[in-house]
T-cell receptor
Framework: RKEVEQDPGPFNVPEGATVAFNCTYS??????FFWYRQDCRKEPKLLMS???SGNEDGRFTAQLNRASQYISLLIRDSKLSDSATYLC?????????????FGTGTQLKVEL | DGGITQSPKYLFRKEGQNVTLSCEQN?????MYWYRQDPGQGLRLIYY???????QKGDIAEGYSVSREKKESFPLTVTSAQKNPTAFYLC?????????????FGQGTRLTVV
C-alpha cells in the first residue's frame, strides 16, 4: 500500500461548482498534513495546512479524519484559475525527524 | 528576501556523465529534501536531511548521492548509474519538529540526458 494515495483525476468541473478531493495515508502515527497546489511545469506551493479541527481559508476547506486516515480538500465556487494539480502531503515524523511524503496529485480542470 | 534557490534551471547532460544540481536556502531550515517528478507523475523522494552532516535515503535513492556540509546547502549528484535521469528535480526545505513543517520549494531543475 502506498504511503499517500490520491485519485489522479482529472476532475473536469464547470465554473462555480463545488469539488472535493480525498487523500488517504497509511501511517497512523502521521502528525502533519498539507495540501499543495502545483501549476503546470512549476514548483508546488503550499495551499493550506490541515489541522485536527479542520480549517477554512476563503473558498477552501481542509479536514482531517484520523480514524479513517484521510484528509480532504473542498473547493467552493470554483474559478478557472483553480485549474491545477492538488498534492496531498503527509509528514509521518519518522524517528523524530521529517519525511514529507507526497501523493501523486489530483488534477482539476475548471471549465466555462 | 528569504527563499530557496536551485540552479541551473535547465541542464543538459551527455549519457554516462555525472552532474551536480545546486540547492541553497536562507530560511534557516534544518531539514532539506530532494524530489524527482516525471511528466504526469507525483513527487518521489530521493534523499532528505534533518541536520548538517546527516542524510537519509528516500524511496528512489539509487543512482544519486548528496552531501550536507552546510545548513544552507544540499547538492544532489546524479551519477551515471542512474538509468533514467531525465526528469524535473525539486529541492525543498522545512523546519523540523511537530509544527510548521510545511516545505518551501525551489523553482526546480529540468535535467535532460542527450
Amino acid at each position: 500500500r502506498k504511503e499517500v494515495e490520491q485519485d489522479p483525476g482529472p476532475f473536469n468541473v464547470p465554473e462555480g461548482a463545488t469539488v472535493a478531493f480525498n487523500c488517504t495515508y497509511s501511517n497512523s502515527a502521521s502528525q502533519s498534513f498539507f495540501w499543495y497546489r502545483q501549476d503546470c511545469r512549476k514548483e508546488p506551493k503550499l495551499l493550506m495546512s490541515v489541522y485536527s479541527s479542520g480549517n477554512e481559508d476563503g473558498r477552501f476547506t481542509a479536514q482531517l479524519n484520523r480514524a479513517s486516515q484521510y484528509i480532504s480538500l473542498l473547493i467552493r465556487d470554483s474559478k478557472l484559475s483553480d485549474s491545477a494539480t492538488y498534492l496531498c502531503v503527509v509528514n509521518p515524523l519518522t524517528g523524530g525527524g521529517n519525511k514529507l511524503t507526497f501523493g501523486t496529485g489530483t488534477q482539476l480542470k475548471v471549465e466555462l | 528576501d528569504g527563499g530557496i534557490t536551485q540552479s541551473p534551471k535547465y541542464l543538459f547532460r551527455k549519457e554516462g556523465q555525472n552532474v551536480t544540481l545546486s540547492c541553497e536556502q536562507n530560511l534557516n531550515h534544518d531539514a532539506m529534501y530532494w524530489y524527482r517528478q516525471d511528466p504526469g507523475q507525483g513527487l518521489r523522494l530521493i534523499y532528505y536531511s534533518q541536520i548538517v552532516n546527516d542524510f537519509q535515503k528516500g524511496d528512489i535513492a539509487e543512482g544519486y548521492s548528496v552531501s550536507r556540509e552546510k545548513k544552507e546547502s544540499f547538492p544532489l549528484t546524479v551519477t551515471s548509474a542512474q538509468k533514467n535521469p531525465t526528469a524535473f528535480y525539486l529541492c525543498a526545505s522545512s523546519n523540523r519538529g511537530r509544527g510548521d513543517t510545511e516545505a518551501f520549494f525551489g523553482q526546480g531543475t529540468r535535467l535532460t540526458v542527450v
